[in-house]
């Protein structure tokens, strides 16, 4: 990855974006790059190189990558720039003519695309076809030279507008209707087009139905092999869905309601759940604000993966199915957020954000329907886990696969008693991992922590490594080394404290301490009199502390800490514990969560019903898929915490802050979704499901419950405004 010339490409787009808006030559929309059409802007862009950024030099194009591209089309959307007229060439057809296309194809369209000189619609669909793709009826049937196509295409956004059609057609017949068909290129000025408006929901004219009698294509325009129409046309969906419009269509509506909000400028108080009038966010509008951000960071972090995975020669069909059918959800869902906050009639005249909500209604409905109806979506992604099996066991890395090796047959139900396992994960030196080697550890990163809490998730085992790595990584910041084998963090809930008074005693109550009678030594965070914070050090057996014990839904113990007049080593200041507990919490859903779905792709592959595998019901593959999102997007969130964490950048806890929403969310949707297709054999102990799920829902609210870390993800980005998220949405390339 070249960050200068990724950065290069943002700088660049964002001038011409900012002279435009300065200009006053087009307002921010949402849907842009279907609806916003002017090939005054396509040339602009055309003329600075970004169109066609990531082709292939020698055909007119910039000779970067798929993430160049990402950076460009992001920068777009966020502004809601007028982008229709080259979209749908620069995303799909023009990789397709560079990948299938003749060389006489290549020189002819790739040039003039990324010129602005020629533009594309899609001939995809067909009247009476819904979703069925392959159920092509135009035809292509062989003339002296080329071909004759024949039939009707719908929905072809600006038809009337374009130079150029792709069009999918058959050529023939095989055994499945996938046989046999071939992908054309059909100028649109050609003798037997023609083209009928139909209107939207909005009133306005970018859809079509296209007819061809007999029109004529060339040979060279045939893209690809005949017959193979197919294969190439799922590795273009890949294009289609796996683009970053799919999350950012009504970003600008986002943008504006935040500016709204950290204005001050939502009504002139309280509004139900809404924003506050001077400036202040409420608890529920900060909630709905973060739980927003963090579906949104985490689905860009996605697009990046899918980009870098097309970079990498991959068609990352199922991630692109993934990242559309999560990424058009949440569109869907920042037009209620907004409507929510702005709490009133909306006006489609309106300026500014009310004016945007209009625009994101009105084009929502098709959010979840075009490249690709949701149910299709679905379909793709549970045949995707299908074939995985599931997950994603160790993630490919060295020290995952020991930690699958050692803990494979361990996991079960926990008790009041360490498990015989502690014992091997002791030796092997795991619960000081991340722990620097002077200070008696074994050395590693958090990287290597999070493998291994993982992994301890994954195989359902209960031990105390993340409590004591979490507790020695912060004695030995403070110089100090570890006093037994068993050490554990307190941190108190909201609504608990600790209190360190000037004679250096602690007084306070922690509840539901992991692993709290076990431990020779805590790490408590304490509240001086000054009101700063600091961790102090607590030994086993200290005068004034005493112990309920307790346990979580998993069962395992989580017991009541009293601390009264307790002497203490002060650390210092809290540092990062709290972000490093919520993200190992967060890592180890994320292996539990895997182990569920593995489970539940097992189950429904072979349980039967009616005379066929459940997975054959399309309800129950929808199921699955959606649980496999879920599980996806909570992988990509812990690694992207992980990485801010590690690399100690600041506002890490932002991260860390999405991670724990997104884990807490897929935690909750995946064991319903578990338990659900299971039926009844998964609500009792003699299935092992539930060795996962309630792990899931016991650990979904450790460290800070999802609700809370939302609201602080929230209320901070309320008050920084929207210039500061975009930069902490898209900083990964940096």
Known sequence: ????????????????????????????????????????????????????????????G?????????????????????????WIADRQIGPSIVRHGSDAAKATFLPAIASGAVTFCLGMSEPDSGSDLASVRTTATRAEGGWLVTGRKIWTSHAHRSTHAYV?????KGERKHDGLTEFIVDMAASGVEVRPIHDLAGEHHFNEVTFDAVFVPDEHVLGAVGEGWRQVTEQLALERGGVERVLSTYPLLAAVIETVAGGTVGDGAVGDGAVGDGAVSDGAAERIGEVLARLATLRAMAFDVAGAMDAGRAPVHEAAMLKDLGTTLERDIDELARNLLDTEVDPGAPGAEGLLAQGILAAP?????????????TVISRGAIAAGGGRSAGGSDLGAVVDEVLDGHGGEPGDDLPAIWRTVRELGWPAVGVDEARGGEGGDLYDVVTIVEGLGRHRVSVPVAETILARRALAVAGRDAAGEVAT????????????????????????????????????????????QELVEVLAGAAGL??????????????????????????????????????LRAAALTGALETALGQTVSHVTVREQFGRPLVKFQAVAALVAAMASEAESARVAVRRATGALAEGRPDAWTRVAAARVITGRAATEGARIAHQLHAAMGITREHPLHLATRRLWAWRDEFGTARQWSERLGRTFAERGPDRL???????ES
């Not at 798929?66 to 809601?80: N, S």
């Not at 999918?168 to 023939?172: D, K, V």
């Not at 975009?726 to 990964?732: A, L, M, P, V």
Request: one cysteine or more; glycine letters at 14%.
């Open 168 to 172: 999918l057609a058959r050529t023939g």
């Open 62 to 86: 910039g000779g970067g990558s798929a993430l160049t591209r990402l950076v460009v089309t992001e920068e777009l959307l966020r502004a809601g720039a007028p982008v229709a007229a080259h």
């Open 489 to 532: 963090v307190a941190l108190p809930p909201r609504g608990h404290g600790v209190r360190l008074t000037a004679d250096g005693r602690l007084h306070g109550t922690v509840p539901k301490v992991p692993w709290g009678r076990h431990a020779a030594q805590l790490v408590v965070p304490a509240t001086l009199d000054s009101g700063e």
């Open 546 to 583: 005493s112990w309920t014990a307790g346990a979580n839904l998993a069962g395992e113990p989580r017991d009541a800490l009293h601390l009264d007049g307790t002497p203490g080593t002060p650390l210092g200041g809290p540092g990062d514990v709290l972000a490093e507990a919520a993200l």
């Open 1 to 60: 990855m070249d960050t200068k010339e990724l950065a290069e490409a943002r700088r660049t787009t964002r001038e011409l974006v900012d002279a435009w808006l300065r200009e006053g030559r087009f307002a921010p929309s949402c849907d842009a790059w279907l609806r916003g059409y002017d090939l005054d802007f396509t040339r602009a862009m055309a003329a600075r190189g970004l169109i066609g950024i990531s082709w292939p030099a020698e055909y007119g």
């Open 726 to 732: 975009w930069r902490w949405i898209t900083e990964d």
């Open 366 to 378: 098709g959010f979840t329907i075009r490249g690709g109806t949701t149910e299709v979506l679905r």
